[in-house]
């Protein structure tokens, strides 16, 4: 069984930066793929970024230059770093994991820019 628990979300004025934070826990082979997705209202839920066990990172066009994913594989865990935020960048942040052909998601983690 895999857990993700995401942390960070809230509320940020334009221009501010935020951290996401998720821990993944359970049974997790050391070759996988680590993201964040957001789903905004009445829209469809849309990779942020990824990044790979090896360091490889994928960013969202939107976000490239503004947000920066990490991770540290000792603890499996998985930062995003988002700064210069926008109102568009409201959504629910969610966590996932792919292992293989399988996909895990968090909660997920409300973010809201707004003056």
């Known amino acids: 069984q895999v857990q993700l628990v995401e942390s960070g979300g809230g509320l940020v004025q334009p221009g501010g930066s935020l951290g996401l934070s998720c821990a993944a826990s359970?049974?997790?082979?050391?070759?996988?793929?680590m993201g964040w997705y957001r789903q905004a209202p009445g829209k469809e839920r849309e990779l942020v970024a990824s990044i790979t066990s090896n360091g490889n990172t994928n960013y969202a066009d939107s976000v490239k230059g503004r947000f920066t994913i990490s991770r540290d594989n000792a603890k499996n865990t998985v930062y995003l770093q988002m700064n210069s935020l926008k109102p568009e960048d409201t959504a629910v942040y969610y966590c996932?994991?792919?292992?293989?052909?399988?996909?895990?998601w968090g909660k997920g983690t409300l973010v809201t820019v707004s003056s």
């Open positions: 359970g049974s997790i082979f050391s070759i996988n793929t």
């Open positions: 996932n994991l792919k292992i293989l052909r399988s996909y895990y």
